[in-house]
């Protein structure tokens, strides 16, 4: 395409009849720079990936995955629909128990307070599966899978472009669906799935719905939350440690791209369904998610119940995003943990709220209790030095709380500054 030709498509004086051969052009450029890549991959006849699994005759997609082909003005694409009653089970609990989440929990941990004044069902949880490309312009999310609460069912849809020609009239479906939620859910979808999704609609000249949408992005929370005690930070981990739910054969994720290009050569249904479920789970698996999170942030702290690591994170982010009296309500009860971590940690966090509120009576009482009891006393010791020396002018024994710090530490920085604060106050205390 010449560069005049190009400046009328931006300037929009291209005539109307030649967009289809335009859209054609561009829809030719993709296959050709698929087909270069596909030809440097091997030949799916001797692929030992999955040998014997897809043998025979091919099967028809409606057979192995139900759903319709469906068309808009820009052509046909296939839709799957689905839905999980409330009384089916995803992990430990029923989809029911998923279907209710306070909206002022998810405001705070996503740091977006639009979504405290909409409700769950007004959220859209979308996941994509794409081509896997090397990045830009050349990844197409062929697979789009969204979910979305009616009561306490579950409703799916997954829109799928079975040749990349489809890929705009499935983009239009998409707009169709959005536009009747007010918020996203994802899992890493800020960095990924939106930013792609939001390409693909810029490149076929379609507004962006996506766009402005409020978001809860469920991956950075979850870390902050739970990340204390995970391998890693990925969906099908929070499931087993949060959710209880294990998957069983579920394809891994680095195979789905291929699956999809050996789609396009085959047309065999048996080659997609497992990408179906994967992405069908993953989006379940997001409304799951979002109600142990918010559970987590918007219940009183029960140690008998909860794990205490997560109780403490949940302190934390309150104390974080400014909520102060909602993070002493949850440290208090932590100071009473069995895990001596998470109650040496608990008082800190208490000690310190206090001493930022010049509340020096209380953060004096929690440091001396904590060197009483012995949990956390280096950092306590450090704290009433510093009270002595700055507001009792008592360098003496300011001076005693560092030696005691100084038999304790291992750590050369640490010795190091506590050896400086010792000879400022040997000075002071001979002055």
């Known amino acids: 395409m010449s560069v005049i030709d190009r400046l009328k498509r931006l300037s929009g004086e291209t005539k109307p009849e030649l967009k289809q051969s335009v859209r054609q052009d561009e829809i030719g450029e993709l296959r050709q720079r698929i087909e270069s890549i596909m030809a440097r991959r091997p030949d799916p006849t001797i692929r030992t990936t999955y040998p014997n699994k897809f043998a025979g005759k091919p099967v028809e997609l409606n057979d192995l995955i139900p759903g319709e082909e469906l ?33 002022e929990a998810a405001a705070l941990i996503a740091n977006e307070p639009a979504l405290a004044d909409f409700d769950l069902a007004d959220g859209l949880f979308l996941d994509t599966e794409t081509t896997g490309l090397m990045g830009g312009t050349g990844t197409l999310a062929f697979l789009v899978g969204l979910g ?173 995003r400014g909520r102060i009296p909602d993070a002493q309500k949850r440290l208090l009860p932590l100071t009473a943990s069995d895990d001596q971590h998470v109650k040496a940690d608990s008082f800190k966090m208490l000690s310190l709220i206090h001493k930022r509120a010049g509340q020096w009576d209380e953060a004096v009482r929690i440091w001396e209790l904590m060197i009483e009891h012995d949990f956390g006393d280096v950092f306590a010791k450090i704290e009433l030095a510093k009270w002595y020396e700055h507001r009792l002018h008592d360098f003496q024994h300011a001076k005693y709380l560092v030696i005691k710090a100084l038999d304790i530490v291992n750590n050369e920085e640490e010795q190091n500054s506590l050896m400086h604060r010792f000879k400022r106050l040997e000075r002071y205390d001979k002055d």
């Not at 994802?186 to 978001?215: E, I, W, Y």
């Not at 048996?270 to 987590?296: C, G, K, P, Q, Y």
């Not at 918007?298 to 949940?314: I, K, M, R």
């Open 148 to 320: 979305w609460f009616e009561g306490d069912t579950f409703i799916t849809r997954q829109i799928f472009a079975r040749d990349f020609a489809e890929e705009q009239a499935c983009l239009i479906f998409l707009q169709d669906i959005v536009k009747n939620k007010k918020f996203l859910i994802t899992f890493n979808g800020k960095a990924f799935d939106v930013g792609l999704l939001s390409t693909r609609f810029v490149m076929n000249r379609l507004p962006n719905p996506l766009a402005d949408l409020p978001h809860l992005d469920l991956l950075h929370p979850s870390r902050r939350l739970y990340g204390h005690r995970l391998m890693n930070h990925r969906l099908i981990s929070l499931e087993e440690a949060i959710i209880g739910f294990s998957r069983q054969d579920d394809l891994p994720g680095s195979e789905i791209p291929q699956r999809y290009f050996d789609w396009l050569r085959r047309r065999d249904a048996r080659l997609m369904a497992d990408v179906f479920e994967h992405n069908r789970l993953d989006i379940i698996s997001m409304a799951a998610l979002s109600a142990h999170l918010t559970e987590l942030m918007s219940h009183p702290a029960d140690l008998n119940v909860c794990h205490h690591a997560d109780l403490l994170c949940a302190a934390r982010l309150y104390h974080d």
């Open 71 to 103: 068309d808009n003005a820009f052509g046909r694409f296939y839709v799957a629909p689905g839905c999980s009653v409330g009384s089916s089970f995803h992990g430990a609990r029923c989809i029911r128990d998923y279907a209710s989440v306070d909206m």
